[in-house]
């Protein structure tokens, strides 16, 4: 899959842009804060319906602007171009088209283009809490499984009504058994989905991360919920009285974690900033893999300042890992430094491009 072309009006600080794509790998060159990573958030918004950060719709909008829009056309094989456009304006919710139908829920466009992105702040995976953690495993399983992002959104209704009982202090246990049935049952397809996933996916990143690091290092990935021990009806009634004193869930599949280790040692603990970004891309990697072989979709691939913090040695292993493998399709790149990309591009045959970014303006750099 290939995002041939975008166009942008008034996302963040880009007021107007139109701008067409190779179907390899697109490098974007610029300072900070010239419009690099708004670019890949506005690929991110055609992609997954929000921003990499999940900012409100507000936002999102040029300052002094009334409303945005972004537009592109998605090559999902030889024969079937789609067009999504994502649009908002002030006091009006966003609109989500494609090939000019709007689409009745939002959650239905997530997983039909996907889309993997790294960060500068990936390393907040593993340093962060677990809700950053949680909300990885959701964002990518969601793009799997349409059952477990119905699941997930089932849950989640039913979490809110109970905590709301909660603090409201109510006592009644047939009105905390008709809300914790729906609880019982997506947190069953939830927690099988979870564990699935980490179980799959944990030795993919343990090799990945071997490539970049040299074998220097051994990297781990476990899944930590309370479902691995007891069903979700257990955990419920066995925290109710808690629950009532504290006002709110305090166990479930919300509150599940992943951990990671390196060499038997906790990464968060005791690892560096090179072996916490390593880990980080190492898993977004991964994370592409599972998806392309669950999607029969080869996803996109947007990399947002990679190189930072990290030694010369796990550049070129990145590198290598992205486009010398012939299985990641179309690669979007962010860096500040020139001879960086510059490298990149020289070691790469096929198609390519070089945009320099300047003031949300973008500029095709002939190499």
């Known amino acids: 899959m290939t995002l041939d072309n975008i166009e942008i009006l008034n996302f963040k600080n880009i007021g107007n842009a139109r701008l067409d794509f190779s179907p390899g790998v697109n490098c974007l060159l610029g300072m900070n804060g010239q419009g690099k990573s708004n670019l890949l958030d506005a690929i991110h918004l055609l992609s997954m319906a929000r921003t990499m950060s999940s900012l409100p719709d507000s936002a999102i909008l040029k300052h002094g602007e009334e409303m945005m829009l972004v537009k592109g056309n998605f090559h999902t094989d030889a024969d079937t171009i789609d067009t999504i456009s994502c649009g908002y304006a002030k006091g009006k919710r966003k609109s989500l088209k494609r090939n000019g139908k709007e689409y009745p829920k939002l959650s239905e466009h997530i997983g039909q283009y996907p889309v993997v992105i790294s960060t500068p702040d990936d390393s907040r995976i593993v340093t962060g809490s677990g809700e950053e953690r949680r909300k990885l495993m959701d964002m990518v399983i969601s793009q799997a499984d349409p059952a477990y992002l119905s699941a997930l959104i089932k849950y989640n209704k ?172 179309q690669i979007f790149i962010t860096d500040t430094n020139r001879k960086h990309l510059d490298d990149i591009l020289a070691g790469i045959e096929g198609h390519k491009t070089l945009i320099n970014v300047e003031n949300g303006v973008f500029s095709e750099i002939k190499h």
């Open 158 to 329: 039913a979490l809110e009504n109970r905590n709301k009982m909660l603090r409201a202090g109510v006592k009644d246990d047939i009105l905390y058994e008709s809300i914790e049935n729906s609880m019982v049952e997506a947190a069953e397809v939830i927690h099988n989905a979870r564990k699935e996933w980490v179980a799959e996916i944990s030795p993919i990143v343990e090799e990945i991360y071997a490539r970049i690091s040299g074998g220097k290092e051994k990297t781990g990935l476990s899944y930590k919920s309370a479902l691995n021990h007891a069903t979700m009806r257990e955990v419920l009634d066995s925290h109710r009285a808690k629950d009532h004193i504290l006002g709110f869930s305090s166990a479930g599949v919300h509150r599940d974690d992943m951990e990671s280790s390196l060499d038997g040692y906790s990464l968060r603990a005791l690892g560096s900033q090179g072996q916490l970004k390593t880990f980080a891309v190492a898993l977004r990697l991964a994370i592409f893999r599972y998806l392309k072989r669950k999607k029969g979709l080869t996803p996109l691939l947007l990399l947002d300042d990679i190189f930072d913090k990290l030694d010369a040695g796990r550049v070129e292993n990145i590198m290598k890992e992205v486009t010398h493998e012939g299985d990641f399709g």
